[in-house]
């Protein structure tokens, strides 16, 4: 392919200019495949930031592609109540595969959000019931916004909830999203969340707190729970007492997510209690879902085949709509 002979810059205004939902879970299930067939390559660490949060660089490539990123997620917990900020932040750097060059900087906080939210909707095809009709999202900001869009593309919602610490962002995220996707969304006090979790067939948690939303007891059979979050989010007995408990890596879910770190401390759950990681239910040697009344609890921070076949395609086709500011940069001076 030819050389590089520009770096551009790209805002979210730019990137969302680029794809809609529909069109990420296409990419997001091609991405999932590859990394089920094992051409995908990728990793990521956490680095603790002191008292304040943690910074996540992430890379990821899908043999033959032209590009392959670095990406950044910053995780600021307090941000909101001392900034006014909100608590992530990401962005992305593309390179260009043949040679390493870079070729784009990338504002990531709203591709982030698309691509997780594609990623479940592409698991929830696989694990949760076919005919899905009630869907609870807990966290109502931008993550909670992109994966009602997203479940709303893929089951056969006729209605969906939605309960969040600040009352007033559930309001706005039902009104908001209810009016784009077509079905009723309801906005629900915190306090009241237990009836609607009782008759929600698939459960989404993305939140930015640190309490346990909802017991196994309140489930209702055949539920799918995606448990995204970084700080606590479900209580233990979601956990030991699910029918399936899958993994996207145990690698990395297993010392990050608390509720695992503490049942494995007491000798309550570990690796062989894991019915799959995710790839493999894909790849077809684990079993996904496997009866109606199965309650399925899918725990994940994320892995790359998603965001290696999203992300060059947001920079292709940015570069088409010619997207972006062009910034200097001496790695190119002397290409001619």
Not at 257 to 273: A, M, Q, Y
Request: hydrophobic share 40%; proline share 5%; glycine share 8%.
């Amino acid at each position: 392919m030819p050389l590089p002979k520009e770096f551009i810059y790209l805002t979210e205004h730019d990137v969302q200019q680029t794809m809609n939902v529909a069109e990420a879970i296409d990419l997001a299930r091609n991405g999932i495949q590859a990394d089920a067939a094992g051409n995908v390559a990728g990793d990521k660490f956490y680095t603790t930031i002191g008292d304040h949060g943690f910074v996540k660089p992430f890379t990821g490539y899908i043999d033959g592609e032209e590009y392959f990123f670095v990406k950044t997620f910053n995780f600021f917990q307090h941000n909101p109540e001392k900034f006014d900020l909100p608590a992530t932040s990401s962005l992305v750097l593309m390179f260009e595969a043949e040679t390493g060059y870079p070729a784009c900087l990338m504002e990531a906080g709203w591709v982030t959000g698309l691509k997780t939210a594609a990623s479940t909707a592409v698991t929830a095809q696989y694990l949760a019931k076919k005919d899905a009709k009630t869907a609870l999202i807990f966290g109502a900001g931008s993550l909670g916004r992109m994966h009602l869009r997203a479940l709303a593309q893929i089951l056969p919602l006729e209605i969906a909830y939605v309960s969040d610490l600040y009352p007033a962002i559930a309001e706005s995220c039902a009104e908001e999203v209810g009016a784009e996707v077509g079905i009723k969304v309801q906005a629900v006090p915190l306090e009241h969340r237990e009836q609607v979790v009782r008759r929600s067939d698939v459960i989404v948690t993305v939140t930015t707190g640190d309490q346990a939303l909802f017991q196994h007891s309140w489930l209702k059979p055949g539920a799918f729970i995606a448990r995204l979050g970084s700080y606590q989010e479900i209580a233990h007995d979601v956990i030991s007492e699910a029918d399936k408990v899958i993994v996207d890596n145990w690698h990395y879910v297993s010392p990050r997510i608390p509720e695992i770190v503490s049942l494995k401390n007491k000798g309550k759950f570990d690796f062989e209690h894991v019915a799959a990681e995710w790839p493999e239910i894909v790849a077809g040697t684990k079993p996904g879902r496997e009866s109606q009344e199965e309650v399925i609890l899918y725990i994940a921070l994320g892995i790359w085949g998603e965001y290696a076949a999203i992300l060059p395609e947001v920079y292709r086709r940015a570069k088409a709509q010619k997207l972006g500011t062009q910034l200097p940069c001496t790695y190119y001076k002397n290409i001619k």
